[in-house]
């Protein structure tokens, strides 16, 4: 009698490319749901402790958006590990310098802070314009079911 179990895992599994397009949607919600995505929650092979995921490529991140006075009042703070080297930056003046670190980090705040995670990680692609390089991928469109901010929102 065998007394271990077999667990098929990713052999099974091809990983997939999506794309979606981030203009005028709120930055938490789509990070939420391209975690998912890159952790591999909508496959049924999923498992906690493998890297079952798909590749995920965001087009126009410096298009994103965020709802009331966020864009003025959210800070990003970073530290150099020396005393004195915090780094404080808002939203607004990260957009213009680098529009894709806001999608990389609000998607790396969702996902484990572990070995599993970097390499999850790795498998987002963000542009802060409409052209990527990953057309010989066929990567497929997303639409979610995310509500775009409106202008009396903002």
């Known amino acids: 009698m065998n007394t271990k179990t077999t667990f098929n895992g990713i052999s099974g599994s091809e990983r997939e490319w999506h794309v979606v397009d981030a203009s005028g949607l709120p930055v938490g919600r789509l990070a939420s749901e391209i975690a998912q995505i890159l952790r591999g929650k909508h496959k049924p092979q999923y498992s906690p402790h493998l890297d079952v995921g798909d590749h995920v490529v965001v087009i126009n991140a410096s ?85 775009k901010v409106s202008e009396n929102e903002k």
């Open 63 to 147: 298009q994103i958006a965020l709802t009331s006075k966020k864009p003025e009042q959210k800070i990003y703070n970073s530290h150099s590990g020396y005393p004195g080297g915090i780094k404080s930056e808002t939203f607004n003046s990260l957009r213009q310098r680098k529009p894709e670190k806001i999608v990389e980090r609000a998607v790396w705040g969702m996902l484990p802070k572990n070995r599993l995670g970097r390499s999850m990680l790795k498998k987002l692609h963000v542009y802060s314009a409409s052209e990527h390089p990953h057309q010989s991928q066929n990567p497929k469109s997303l639409a979610f079911e995310i509500k």
